[in-house]
């Protein structure tokens, strides 16, 4: 039998008790697994299962929760015939089982963060629980009360996500342009947000210029609005959320609705009004010296290469930036900071408008007229078809088949 680690070296200083476990979609320590330390890590066994690990160090804390099968646990089995037993360290767990399981970390301030952050997620499902209000955690005491306040805030619909996160089964869902989904702004209320399309089906569709900045991004990013206000309902209806204005659009990666993270409540047959697009400047992949302005389906090339340095140049994707709605909410000016139609950015925006002959332009739907892009009207053409009312209709019942006559029975043939 191989030597085992030992389970009385000294416990980490710090450890999440059981109530906190809950409140983060962790699962509880049970009093008869076997708990065993792998240098600064700390593993729990089931009989010969590793069920759970974690690391608390200076820097922040990690718990992972797992089912790993183990040979007298100093070995992992393989999963697959053709898979080979390692043998269990902290760096094998750290580093490579943390993908398969459901976890928890803190990361504090120090000398690689300014700001402190706690995330978790669910590997197996990809569901995640966002945390609010974590950018100034320094240590694991503070991590405990941030916890411990929090704790008192969960709604019965975030016990309800946290479970989901916890449980869910994996899913792979499909969108559709004029889907309005749902997501969290706090531990109490709801956002909501309209796509208006993908752009793979944008660029499949052949609607953007050569060197458009949307033709080199990574994923599948998806354009979307938020809506400018938020709810502790999280199913206020479609027909209520249109009465709500828009905030600008912007772009994000597809996979939290893919996976669910954020679920869609309905469907907006979309009109001229809803149709907003990003803008930015950047430099061309292909014409390196060379700086660009795009909004929406317009691209232009720019004199100046280092005009816009500080706005987004429309190739970065990232998740939804909740920034705009969260400023918007606060009173104040509900933009992105590297957006160039923020503010902050007015000056540079108004030159780049002149440098094109475009002054003046208020919206996409003026400048897209100015420039013959694809105008909004077009663009729902496109992409939301006309098809049949998107309005919640009561299901017609299915009409029953006739019934079959009978059959008269045929007289049995007489013998000759």
């Known amino acids: ?8 070296l000294p416990q980490p200083f710090f450890e999440l008790d059981n109530a906190e476990r809950d409140s983060v979609g962790l699962d509880p320590v049970e009093p008869h697994w076997t708990r065993v330390m792998f240098k600064d890590t700390v593993a729990f066994f089931d009989g010969g299962t590793l069920r759970k690990f974690l690391r608390a160090g200076a820097d922040g804390y990690l718990e992972v929760d797992t089912l790993l099968e183990t040979r007298e646990r100093a070995f992992l089995l393989p999963k697959t015939s053709r898979g080979k037993e390692r043998k269990i360290s902290a760096a094998v767990l750290l580093m490579t089982e943390r993908a398969n399981g459901r976890w928890f970390q803190a990361s504090f301030i120090g000398e690689r963060l300014k700001e402190s952050d706690v995330s978790a997620l669910n590997t197996r499902n990809m569901r995640a629980i966002d945390f609010w209000q974590d950018g100034s955690l320094h240590n694991h005491a503070e991590l405990r009360v941030y916890l411990r306040a929090r704790m008192q805030r969960i709604s019965d619909g975030l016990h309800q996500e946290i479970a989901e996160m916890k449980s869910a089964p994996r899913q792979q869902l499909k969108y559709r342009p004029g889907d309005v989904f749902r997501f969290r702004i706090d531990d109490t209320r709801y956002g909501f947000g309209l796509l208006l399309g993908s752009l793979k089906e944008i660029r499949a569709a052949g609607l953007l210029p050569q060197d458009h900045p949307w033709h080199y991004v990574m994923s599948v990013p998806l354009i979307v609005r938020l809506f400018d206000g938020a709810s502790a309902d999280p199913h206020p209806g479609v027909e209520a959320l249109s009465a709500w204005p828009l905030l600008p659009a912007q772009t994000m990666m597809d996979n939290q609705l893919f996976w669910g993270g954020f679920p869609v409540i309905g469907r907006k047959a979309l009109v001229p009004g809803d149709i907003d697009f990003p803008c930015g400047v950047g430099t061309a992949p292909t014409q390196e010296g060379h700086a660009f302005f795009y909004w929406g389906f317009g691209w232009h090339r720019l004199a100046d290469a280092a005009i816009g340095d500080e706005t987004d ?33 007015a000056a540079t925006f108004k030159r780049v408008l002149a440098e094109i002959g475009c002054d003046g332009v208020a919206d996409y739907a003026a400048y897209a007229q100015w420039a013959g892009s694809l105008s909004p009207e077009a663009f729902i053409a496109q992409m939301q078809p006309a098809e049949p009312t998107l309005k919640n209709k009561p299901k017609s019942k299915p009409k029953s088949k006739p019934k079959a006559k009978p059959q008269a029975k045929r007289a049995p043939k007489a013998n000759t």
């Open 1 to 8: 039998m191989p030597k085992q680690p030992s389970s009385n």
């Open 313 to 345: 140049s429309g190739m970065g994707i990232g998740m939804l930036d909740r920034t705009p709605l969260q400023e918007a909410l606060a009173g104040r000016v509900p933009g992105r900071p590297w957006e160039l139609r923020h503010p902050e950015h």
